[in-house]
């Protein structure tokens, strides 16, 4: 046992809270000493040796509890202390020596006590909320010598302590831990027993957080060998076994009729035909077996089981086709990632590959079409334009972003793919699953090299990909290198502008402050290229003298451009005193194409025009200017002044006639109409500054010219022409087809540049805190079962690709339980509508236990050892079993139904079929395939959209009520939609469509009287009920007919008894197109079962 403290050279003793601390182990010497003071509790204490050590038998004794506290916080100190020890009697010496000595040994159980019994205690339950970042009530445990210092423990004396207080149960709630279950009575005893023992720490002890929770947990042991026999047996025995051992009886299989519509809905999310109704029954009279058997096989090999279950997949894979957030703009090359998930499902690919193409297909596979549409998994949640394009890395909002995209991408692929709640580990080690910190950042480094964009994924051959490519490479050096030599130019410039830019800063900030605002104006339609010609033009109507016109830049902080947006970079300005402008009756009066054209910001362009008489003035824009990677023409006014009795003029253009070569739709900002409202930038300068902003303007262009040497402007020329050669061959390359997925090149956006195949440096951030980083984190991800590799690369100049490669195989490895597991649960729930863990996207300890883990390992080793892992084999194997064709209810069971409902009234234990109702998309398919509407055969290829939008350029308006619901583009099946993030379809939210900003393991069904009123008063119900009984009206001719065919088609049977005469009597007084309303919207037609 080391000394309890120690004697620096002064011979005064300091422990390492600069104080006499006698139980600390060692002493701080760099901290300055201070005088020792006998504590207050010494006063008048004088204890012979024998009676101490009688007290010592007696451990409730009053003088043992001082003689504790004597000893344990100072009696070493008296020991040392010369002046002290001096002062002291004789007898008192032999008194310490025995202290010390009967002591010292429980100095080292205490020790040992805190160290195995107390630390992790406080550790695991206290450290989350007390620590150096977040001090609870200003206590942190990080050094436990506070818990002392602040007076929660009194030494020796747990009875008189207040943390003790704290966490001991009164009136059956302890007050600590505050959000969490009480400390468990072992926990409590544990510590009352140290702080008795004197409270004892380790020398320079500092508490940690708990590394990581233990791996001993069922979702992370091995899976076992696949058992041999048909699947659909040892399903029906495990169930059957578990029923008879909680004493459930199970319900008989349900009729042919109801069976048919189940596995119809349930494989291809569409209802089954009368004619297909008809042939299962009679088939099943002579065979019922081999009919089922028949009717699974072609459910599975038609192409809407596809659709059916690719939906499932998009449910967890986050899909939507804008971006969210703030603007939500669109993603119109989405969809090639939906086509991909319905075609993988259709072809039944192997799911081990269906896995690996989500994470690095475009890698995996060589860059095919098909490995580059898979990774749109990657890309297909929620993204932040603004924060990305506007706000850019360079600035700590935009570093969030990316780290929140990243997060996002780390989050949905072990959240799908393992059902593991990765995200739990951004600030601290998982709290419950065996995820380190450490690992969560691993993980981030995989996809530090990638961001979301359009890229090409078809649409050109391979010599065509290799041009493309050498080109964009040649574009981005020579770009590169005209920016450093711009960028070395403009340092030499500023140095000799020096004295003249402050006051030039000064002049232009005032300037740009305008009354009223200058938004209004004129704004053409967007080009993707700068040199596509593009005008604006004003009519007066009838010929008038101009003196002089004047054209005013707008002002728009888009992309922090501000003043002087979209001002034409190379313009000229024609007249006309005729009714139509044309080459040949026109006058140049200003020509600027020939060079670009200083950007006047806030300042007006005076042209002057001499009284000439005009009627149409026209600016043509030959260069435009860039708004965010594309280009537009913008004016805010266009003045036309009149000279009236020598003043300055009377602007005739108010109010006049404005055409263009094309313009963006009206809206409150941006209208033609604008450009001569009189709304408009006017200069916030007296006489005196403007003229004083206008020499200095010409000084600093003369500097400009100055250093422009004869060589620079050469290599800018240079350069110059190359790039628009450049263009120009690439502009005769087919641009090819793009799918929205994650890319390393891509144009640039504004302030959201392509990494072109570098990663970013991640770190370990404490807290998650971005501006605490760490120690650089390389690719790798958690060790979650034994043998898994946690460490993808070890150099930091690794390749992206080879890191997600890394983590595709790590996620699809034959040893790794989590992921067949994963998807077993879900191919359960898709099949029976209910999962085996309630959880499906976590399996840790915060989830769900499995109803039945043997079952649902006999389903993951089945898929896992498959030599073609196919899901389809899986989903027929389960709808052919006894317990997929159980009744949901059935006559004559009641009794037994009671007695099942009140042992396993969830069902967990599938005594019954789980009833259930249409999905959103089902309903809506359902409604158009009854009405004779749904264009089935329509399948693949970008979304429709039952939507109009309003304000696409910047946040647009998806508005529903705009939609024609009789446009037979929209008639398709809903996996088809174009689906927005922040405004949901009206009617399929209402019926609990999934949340495309999250990933949606398991769906809500709700019942509300909103659902009602959406089903019945939608303007797609109203129309489709018309289009309804329009069939009707085509294929029967009496009114029991077309109840009976109505019916049929809706509900997949004939009216009951009870239902037909209700249903004649409404179709007798209200209509056919009445009835077909009732019966789109009756629970026969919205539950299965």
């Not at 029967?1036 to 209700?1062: F, H, K, M, S, V």
Request: glycine share 6%.
């Amino acid at each position: 046992m080391p000394a309890l403290s120690c004697v620096v050279p002064d011979e005064t003793l300091v422990g390492n809270n600069g104080g006499p601390v006698g139980w600390r182990q060692t002493a701080d010497p760099k901290k300055p000493p201070r005088e020792w003071k006998p504590p207050k509790f010494c006063e008048g204490i004088h204890v012979s040796t024998e009676r101490f050590c009688a007290a010592q038998a007696e451990p409730g004794n009053e003088a043992s509890r001082h003689a504790r506290r004597l000893l344990l916080q100072w009696g070493t100190a008296l020991l040392l202390l010369p002046a002290q020890r001096d002062a002291m009697r004789p007898t008192s010496m032999p008194l310490l020596a025995c202290l010390f000595a009967i002591f010292a040994g429980q100095v080292a159980v205490a020790d040992e006590t805190f160290l195995d019994s107390v630390a992790p205690v406080l550790a695991r339950r206290c450290l989350s909320c007390h620590n150096d970042q977040k001090s609870g009530g200003g206590l942190s445990m990080v050094d436990p010598q506070q818990l002392i210092d602040d007076g929660y423990i009194e030494v020796a004396d747990a009875g008189s302590s207040h943390i003790v207080e704290l966490i001991s149960p009164s009136n059956g709630r302890a007050e600590m831990p505050k959000d969490s279950d009480p400390l468990s009575a072992e926990e409590i005893t544990a510590i009352r027993s140290w702080i008795d023992a004197g409270a004892v720490l380790p020398a320079n002890f500092q508490l940690q957080p708990p590394k990581i929770a233990d791996r001993q947990w069922w979702s992370l042991e091995p899976i076992g060998s696949d058992a041999e026999g048909e699947l659909r047996s040892i399903v029906d025995e495990r169930l059957d076994a578990k029923l008879a051992q909680q004493g459930l009886t199970a319900l008989p299989p349900a009729d042919p009729v109801t069976l048919i519509r189940r596995v119809t809905y349930d494989l291809s999310g569409l209802p089954p035909t009368p004619q297909q109704v008809d042939a299962f029954v009679t088939q099943s009279r002579d065979d019922p077996e081999q009919a089922w058997r028949d009717l699974v096989d072609r459910l599975l090999a038609a192409p809407e089981f596809g659709e059916k279950w690719g939906q499932h997949w998009l449910d967890i894979a986050r899909y939507a086709e804008t971006h969210g957030y703030d603007k939500d703009q669109p993603r119109n090359n989405a969809w090639p990632y939906r086509d991909y998930v319905i075609n993988s499902f259709n072809s039944d690919k192997p799911f081990g590959q269906f896995a690996r193409e989500q994470i690095a297909g475009d890698v995996l596979a060589d860059e095919t079409s098909e490995g580059i549409v898979a990774t749109g998994f990657l890309s297909a949640g929620p993204w932040d334009l603004i924060a990305h394009v506007e706000v850019g890395e360079g600035k700590l909002d935009g570093r969030i972003a990316k780290h929140l995209d990243r997060d996002e991408m780390a989050t949905a692929v072990f959240n799908v793919f393992q059902s593991t709640t990765i995200q739990c580990a951004q600030c601290h080690n998982h709290k419950f699953d065996p995820i380190e910190s450490e690992d969560y950042y691993r993980v981030h480094a995989v996809f530090a090299g990638v961001d979301r964009a359009n890229r090409v994924y078809a649409g050109l051959s391979a010599e065509q990909q290799r041009q493309k490519h050498a080109l964009q490479q040649e574009r981005d050096a020579i770009t590169r290198q005209r920016d450093e030599a711009k960028k070395t130019f403009e340092q030499k410039v500023e140095r000799r502008a020096a004295a003249i830019d402050p006051r030039l800063d000064a002049l232009r900030q005032k300037a740009n402050q305008s009354t009223p605002p200058p938004q209004h104006g004129f704004h053409s339609q967007i080009a993707a290229r700068a040199d596509v010609v593009k005008w604006v033009e004003v009519d007066l109507g009838t010929p008038q003298p101009i003196d002089r016109i004047e054209l005013i830049a707008c002002f728009d902080d888009f992309n922090n451009i501000g003043a002087g947006f979209g001002f034409p970079v190379r313009f000229k300005v024609d007249v006309t005193a005729d009714a139509t402008l044309t080459d040949q009756n026109s006058v140049t009066i200003f020509d600027r194409t020939a060079d670009d054209f200083t950007n006047p910001e806030a300042t007006p362009v005076n042209i002057d025009v001499g009284g000439q008489v005009v009627r149409i003035v026209r600016v043509t824009a030959t260069k435009l200017a860039e708004r965010r990677n594309d280009f537009i023409l913008a004016l805010g006014e266009l003045r036309l002044l009149s000279p009236v009795d020598g003043t300055d003029g009377t602007d005739v253009a108010v109010g006049a006639e404005v055409n263009a070569s094309d313009a963006i739709p009206p809206n409150a900002r941006w209208s033609p109409r604008f450009l001569v409202d009189q709304r408009y930038h006017r200069l916030s300068l007296n006489q005196a500054e403007a003229k004083q902003w206008k020499q200095l303007r010409e000084q600093r262009r003369a500097i400009v010219a100055a250093a422009t040497t004869p060589e620079y402007q050469r290599q800018i020329e240079q350069w110059t022409k190359r790039l628009a050669e450049i263009e120009q061959e690439l502009s005769v390359i087919p641009p090819g087809q793009f799918v929205y997925a994650v890319a390393t090149e891509f144009p640039k956006q504004g302030k959201f540049l392509p990494t072109k195949g570098s990663v970013r440096a991640i770190h370990f951030l404490n807290r998650g805190d971005l501006q605490a980083p760490g120690a650089r984190m390389l690719p790798g991800a958690p060790e979650l079962w034994p043998g898994g590799p946690s460490r993808f690369v070890d150099r930091e100049d690794y390749d992206e690709a080879e890191a997600r490669v890394a983590l595709a195989r790590y996620v699809t490895r034959r040893d790794n339980p989590l992921i067949w597991r994963s998807i077993a649960n879900r191919i359960w729930q898709w099949t029976f509508g209910k999962p085996l863990v309630g959880t499906p996207n976590d399996f840790g300890r915060m989830g769900m236990l499995p109803t039945h883990p043997e079952l649902l390992d006999q389903l993951a080793a089945r898929l896992r050892d498959d030599p073609e892992q196919s899901i389809k084999s899986i989903v027929r194997e389960l709808v052919c079993t006894n317990a997929y064709r159980r009744a949901s209810f059935a006559d004559g069971f009641e009794d037994i139904t009671r007695t099942n409902l009140t042992i396993d009234a969830s069902n967990d234990g599938l005594w019954r079929f789980n009833r259930r109702r249409l999905t959103a998309e089902e309903f809506r398919d359902s409604v158009l395939a009854v009405s004779g509407t749904l264009r089935t055969g329509d399948r693949g290829g970008p979304s429709f959209q039952d939507f109009v939008i309003e304000r696409p350029q910047h946040s647009p308006h998806y508005e529903y009520d705009l939609h024609d619901p009789n446009d037979p583009a929209s008639h398709r099946r809903t996996i088809y939609r174009f689906v927005v993030r922040s405004q949901p379809q009206p009617m399929l939210t209402t019926l609990d469509c999934a949340d495309p900003s999250i990933s949606i393991a398991r769906r809500d069904e709700s019942t509300t009287a909103l659902q009602a009123l959406a089903q019945w008063n939608n303007r797609l119900i109203e129309a489709m009920s018309k289009r309804f009984a329009d069939r009707l009206s085509a294929e029967t001719t009496a009114d029991d007919e077309a109840i009976r065919l109505a019916c049929r088609l809706a509900w997949g049977r004939d009216a009951n008894e009870t239902e037909r005469g209700p249903l004649t009597e409404l179709l007798t007084e209200h209509g056919l197109e009445t009835l077909c309303r009732v019966v789109l919207n009756a629970s026969a037609m919205m539950y299965l079962d």
